[in-house]
Nanobody, 121 residues
Framework: QVHLVESGGGLVQPGGSLRLSCAASGFTFSSYAMTWVRQAPGKGLEWVSHIAGGGGSTYYADSVKGRFTISRDNAKNTLYLQMDTLKPEDTAVYYC??????????????WGKGTLVTVSS
């Protein structure tokens, strides 16, 4: 079965950094694009970043561009989100999700349970 487990969330001060991880199993990880989305308290889901199956094509929401970096280690079946210069408005539950193919243009079909990031002084 497809299984996605996020980790790495926690409390960090504004301007600080965190790296989130998503451990994937139950499918050929390198064959699929992956995405990070987030949900701030009391708000809806917001797309954060996409990465193609091979890691060569990445995309970011304007709100995080220049601060966040998505990457993947296909040998370890792990997706990452490096978050730098964090702001209070980045506070959210962060979810990783799997696309239905190598391409980010194809839809997402599985989701993890999320990890909470709190940015506060």
């Amino acid at each position: 079965q497809v299984h996605l487990v996020e980790s790495g969330g926690g409390l960090v001060q504004p301007g600080g950094s965190l790296r989130l991880s998503c451990a994937a199993s139950g499918f050929t990880f390198s064959s699929y694009a992956m995405t990070w989305v987030r949900q701030a308290p009391g708000k809806g889901l917001e797309w954060v970043s996409h990465i193609a199956g091979g890691g060569g094509s990445t995309y970011y929401a304007d709100s995080v561009k220049g601060r966040f970096t998505i990457s993947r280690d296909n040998a370890k079946n792990t997706l990452y989100l490096q978050m730098d210069t964090l702001k209070p408005e980045d506070t959210a539950v962060y979810y990783c999700s799997k696309h239905s193919s190598w391409y980010v243009s194809d839809g997402m079909d599985y989701w993890g349970k999320g990890t909470l990031v709190t940015v506060s002084s």
